[in-house]
C-alpha cells in the first residue's frame, strides 16, 4: 500500500449469504471492531440486494460504507429482475461490485456489459469497484498480462481520467476465487503494478497513482499482512472471511496498520 497517494480500502464481498436480520447482527459486530480505520483506510461491506436498506440504516453515522453486489446499465425499463444505479443511490448505496468472476461465469458478463455498467454507475455517484482477472490456464499459457491489459481496456473504455479516479479495481486471479488457493504476495504485487502501469499508459502517470488497486483472490486474516506490506496492492476485496467480524476486522487492522 502507499497510502501517501491513494486510499487502501477493504471491502467485504457477501455474495449471496445472510438474512436481514443476520446482516444487521454481523454489521453490528464488525462497527466497533474498525471504529478506528479512519482516513485513509475506507471499510465497505457490499452486501445482497435484499439486505442493503438494513445495511445502510445499520451503518448510519459510522465509518462503513455499504456497497451492492452488481448493477444493471440501463436507467429503468424491460429489465425484469435488474437494479439500476439510480435505484441503489437513491437508498444511500455508495459501492458497487462489477464484473466479478462469478457474475462473467454464471452469468454471462462481458467486458462489454462491464463497460457500460461502469459508466452507468460513474453517472449516477456510484464508486464501482471493478473486477479483473485471468484463468488457471491463462496463468499457465503465461498470457496474463494480455488478458489483464485487454480487460483493463474495455472494462474502462470511454471512462475519463476524473471518472476512473473514482474508480477501484479489483485484481481477482480467477483460480484463487472460493478456491482456498491465493496468489503470492509477490504475484499480486507483479500483476497490481502491471495494471497500475496499464492505467499510466491509458491516462498518465499521476491518474494511476490515484487508483485503489486491490487484490481479492482468498485474503484472509492470515495472510492480509504479507499481501498489504506490497506498495501496489492497497487493500482486499474479500469473500469468506467478510463474513466473520474477527477475521474481517483482522483484515482492516493489518491496513490500518500497514
Not at 223 to 231: D, H, Q
Request: aromatic share 6%.
Amino acid at each position: 500500500m502507499n497510502k501517501s497517494l491513494r486510499k487502501a480500502i477493504i471491502a467485504g464481498n457477501w455474495k449471496m449469504n445472510k438474512t436481514r436480520p443476520e446482516a444487521k447482527e454481523l454489521l453490528d459486530a464488525i462497527k466497533p471492531l474498525v471504529a478506528n480505520a479512519e482516513g485513509n483506510v475506507e471499510v465497505i461491506a457490499c452486501v445482497p440486494y435484499t439486505n442493503l436498506e438494513t445495511a445502510v440504516a445499520a451503518t448510519a453515522g459510522t465509518n462503513v460504507k455499504i456497497g451492492a453486489e452488481n448493477v444493471h446499465f440501463e436507467k429503468s425499463g424491460a429489465f425484469t429482475g435488474e437494479i439500476s444505479a439510480d435505484m441503489l443511490t437513491e437508498i444511500g448505496v455508495e459501492y458497487v461490485v462489477i464484473g466479478h468472476s462469478e457474475r462473467r461465469q454464471y452469468f454471462g458478463e462481458t467486458d462489454e456489459t462491464v463497460n457500460k455498467r461502469t459508466k452507468a454507475a460513474l453517472a449516477a455517484g456510484l464508486k464501482p469497484i471493478v473486477c479483473v482477472g485471468e484463468l488457471l490456464w491463462e496463468r499457465e499459457c503465461n498470457i496474463t498480462e494480455e488478458v489483464i491489459a485487454r480487460q483493463i481496456k474495455l472494462d474502462l473504455y470511454d471512462v475519463s481520467a476524473d471518472d476512473v479516479k473514482n474508480v477501484v479495481i479489483a485484481y481477482e486471479p480467477v483460480w484463487a476465487i472460493g478456491t482456498g488457493k491465493t496468489a503470492t504476495a509477490d504475484q499480486a504485487e507483479e500483476v497490481c503494478a502491471f495494471i497500475r502501469a496499464t492505467l499510466a499508459k491509458i491516462y498518465d502517470v499521476a491518474t494511476a497513482d490515484a487508483v485503489t488497486i486491490q487484490y481479492g483472490g482468498s485474503m484472509h486474516a492470515g495472510n492480509a499482512a504479507e499481501l498489504l506490506s506490497k506498495s501496489n496492492v492497497d487493500g482486499g476485496l474479500i469473500g469468506g472471511a467478510s463474513l466473520k467480524a474477527a477475521d474481517f476486522n483482522t483484515i482492516v487492522q493489518a491496513a490500518v496498520n500497514g
